[in-house]
């Protein structure tokens, strides 16, 4: 079974910064597309942030030069760097894997962000 746990996340104020975690088991990691997601109250889910099995990485339009994707295929984790933190990236976060051997997406619990004025 394909577990993504996720930590990080909490309360920051304007300018600050936030790093979410996202662990996964029970999955080829390395053979995994890894992203970060986020929805807002009332709000469509939006992607954030997606790094390949081989590196390259993705950025919204509203991240970009803010955030920052890495993974380290070792620990199984995928990281999200978050930089200058604004009121408008106040959302629930979410973990996500496509594994590129079944084709399966996966999710993990979501993770709380909340940037105060």
């Known amino acids: 079974q394909v577990h993504l746990v996720q930590s990080g996340g909490g309360l920051v104020q304007t300018g600050g910064s936030l790093r979410l975690a996202c662990t996964a088991s029970g999955i080829s990691f390395s053979r995994a597309h890894m992203g970060w997601y986020r929805q807002a109250p009332g709000k469509q889910r939006e992607l954030v942030a997606t790094?390949?099995?081989?590196?390259?990485?993705n950025y919204a339009d509203s991240v970009k030069g803010r955030f920052s994707i890495s993974r380290d295929n070792a620990e199984n984790t995928v990281y999200l760097r978050m930089n200058s933190l604004e009121p408008e990236d106040t959302a629930v976060y979410f973990c996500?894997?496509?594994?590129?051997?079944?084709?399966?997406?996966?999710w993990g619990q979501g993770t709380q962000v909340t940037v105060s004025p």
């Open positions: 996500n894997a496509e594994s590129t051997v079944t084709n399966y997406i996966y």
């Open positions: 790094i390949t099995t081989g590196g390259s990485t």
